[in-house]
């Protein structure tokens, strides 16, 4: 094989095996990706791609995390496994130069030690001993990609989910990689954001890069994709060209979302549907929030404003979706529903009654918060264990176990009551954090990002349950990009931006 025609990167999987488990979490995978090819690889929830994405980049490596039967060729280099003591092994920082990698938690990439979005632009290409001037230079033509340059002097922490992830794809990106590995890259961006994400993407193949994509949805970005590779219960059911693979059986059976693929459990949503003059659940009055003004901001900054004189009424049994730019205040919005935040002006009223003086607990009973990151919220052993955790003060040890069983059982985790949290893959951890949600049976449901990772039959849980909360009375209000979903799903679409909401 010539250098010209020798794949970037080349797996063959007979079989790879977590310490302590009895079977294969992946068998039988192969993947060849070429310089300057997009290869898209699809799976539904638990189909292995996040293990297979964190081999190929060196996060999980051979004889460390589990026994790999297989090989892996990155360029010339070549390592052949037997699940044996004496296998060779991966250096991680060496690996890690040419292979770069943005997982589904994006934040997990970034350093951490770094107090701006420059500095975190600029730490891989410090390690290299980059020169100054070109490092200034890389990160200003980065931050021009990704749509960053107006937060480059912003704390990473104070970003919002999806200008994480943009950050996370600038600095996988930045140091130029033979290889970039990523995992659900479109997740919880906006539509400006997905074309900044796209069109780095082709800068890098232009520039002779291989790309591998790991995604839970047959999207404009996969479309793009020379070469699908589905994963179904760890192991290849079909690979191909795109235009070969979407009408494929094996496609429509993993779970893979595709636009225009009827859900089984279609949208009975009536989105002409009105308000029903019931009291509101929740009510905004005027309410007006602002952060801190973050560093390198002028003098006379006092405080950036994100929601502005807010007036919002949500009845029973009203659903109402708020779209609106990465960075918009969003997540902020919902926060202030259950009291983590508090107006600097205004009023949140629940049920009738200001939260003004509640404590977040007593308001957690009346407002259930899915977080935009699932991981924020869970904290028990147990799959079980963090469902009933809020049930048992209220209902008593035995009523709270039977609750939180139906609502595992509406999230389809049943199975998976004595897991514990941190084993189930991402999509399940959202579904979970929605199960803790739902089994309190709260007066209003405020969901932030909630079908980000969610296959189709994730998806299909979510709309049951949310159908239900409904169903009894409860206000469901829900941030997401999804433009289809919203439309499908809300009486109400709303955006925020410029920190006021206005009605789509």
Known sequence: MSATTRPALLARIGGFTFHGDARPVLRDVGLSAAPGTLTAVLGGSGSGKTTLGKLLAGWLRPGHAGSLMGSLELGPERLVFHG???????NPGAWSRRVGFVPQDAAATLSTVRSTVAEELAFGLENRGMPRADMHAAVAGTATLTGLTALLERDPATLSGGELRRLAVGCAAITGPEVLVLDEPLASLDAAGAVQVRDLIRGLL????????????ADGLARTAGHWIILDGGTVTASGPPAQLMGAPELARSGVVVPDMPSAAPSRRDTSTGRTGAAPVLELRTVGFGYPAGRGSPPEAREEQVLRNLDLAVDPGEIVAVTGPNGAGKSTLLRHFNGLLRPAAGEVRVQGSSIASVPVGRVAASVGLLFQHPRDQLFERTVLREVSFGLRGRLGVEASVSRAYGALAAVGLSDAAGTHPAELPASQQRLLALATVVAREPALLALDEPTVGLDRHGLDLLHSAVEAAT?????VVLVTHDVAYARAMAHRILELDGGRLRQV
């Open 84 to 90: 044996l003591a004496d296998d060779p092994r991966i």
């Open 206 to 217: 232009d520039a002779g890069a291989a790309v591998i994509v790991l995604s839970q949805a």
């Open 471 to 475: 169903a009894r009375g409860a206000a």
